[in-house]
């Protein structure tokens, strides 16, 4: 049986929920909902985030910049619920007038400079830091390229084939396959690059793995939407495993993807070294 057909109106409006996992969360405006003023810490650097994919991104390069002594890059990191609403706060859309996380005010300067999106912010670190971006032009246009290729994968992966998988209240074929295929074209694109290189943007570690990484080595070992692994026969995809096995081991992004998560083992908000060795394994 087919799935049922919808005919859409002259004019779309928005008068129901769509429902889901995340239907509250979803309206077609932007701006804020209420007022609230975003907490601020000691640090140069002020993160707004949740630990989803895109956030760990964040702090993952947070934590490489201070494990290879850049002391700047010392940051507090504060929860945004999005469950709650915390990014249609007057505070947050201040900062992302897009109201997605993660967000960030660099308080380093005599002037705050806020970046927002994710790609956006791995750029503006790599470049204050000097590190995880090549400056040679032909290296940095390869990293960039593949930076740029991840941004555009993500919405596909989750917003498309997480969404209409795992999280959409009812399962459809066609969007399922639609976006089940594009995402193992994505996922084959990523296996086969690693086939000819250890990283993506070629033999040294970049801003364009530490974007790649929560995305895909979250399916390669089955912790992302279900039993999607086993759906998308992510046990063939070798090279990909390969590298999200070796970036998972470096220590900083072990204390990365610890923060602003909730439960046992992470830290809801980041303010020192501390915070996340407290919570590191014995």
């Avoid at 309206?27 to 949740?50: C, E, I, M, N, W």
């Avoid at 750029?123 to 593949?146: D, V």
Wanted: proline share 7%; glycine share 10%; with cysteine.
């Amino acid at each position: 049986m087919s799935d049922p057909t919808y005919t859409p109106p002259k004019v779309w409006t928005w008068d129901a929920e769509s429902g889901g996992a995340w239907a509250k969360i979803n309206r077609p405006v932007a701006g804020a909902t209420h007022d609230k003023d975003l907490p601020r810490g000691a640090h140069p650097l002020q993160l707004y985030s949740l630990g989803t994919p895109n956030g760990q991104k964040v702090t993952i390069m947070l934590e490489e910049l201070l494990a290879a002594g850049k002391t700047g890059a010392e940051y507090d990191a504060w929860l945004i619920s999005i469950g709650d609403g915390d990014q249609f706060s007057s505070g947050f859309v201040s900062i992302n007038p897009n109201s997605k996380i993660p967000a960030l005010l660099d308080c380093s300067g005599p002037t705050p400079i806020r970046v927002f999106e994710s790609g956006a912010i791995l750029m503006h670190l790599a470049e204050k830091f000097g590190l995880f971006l090549p400056t040679e032009p032909g290296a940095r246009a390869e990293c960039l390229s593949w930076l740029m290729w991840q941004m555009s994968t993500a919405p596909v992966i989750g917003g498309g084939f997480g969404h209409f998988y795992f999280y959409a209240p009812e399962k459809y074929e066609y969007p399922i396959n639609r976006y089940a295929m594009e995402a193992k074209r994505i996922i084959d694109v990523a296996d086969r690059r690693l086939a000819e290189t250890p990283y993506l943007a070629g033999e040294d570690y970049t801003i364009a793995d530490i974007a790649a990484w929560p995305w895909l080595a979250r399916l390669a070992t089955g912790d992302a939407y279900g039993d999607a692994a086993t759906f998308l026969d992510m046990a063939r995809y070798r090279n990909l495993a390969r590298w999200a096995d070796q970036i998972g081991q470096r220590k900083a992004v072990q204390r990365g993807v610890r923060v602003n998560r909730t439960g046992e083992g992470f830290v809801a908000e980041h303010h020192s070294a501390a915070d996340i060795d407290a919570v590191l394994p014995a």
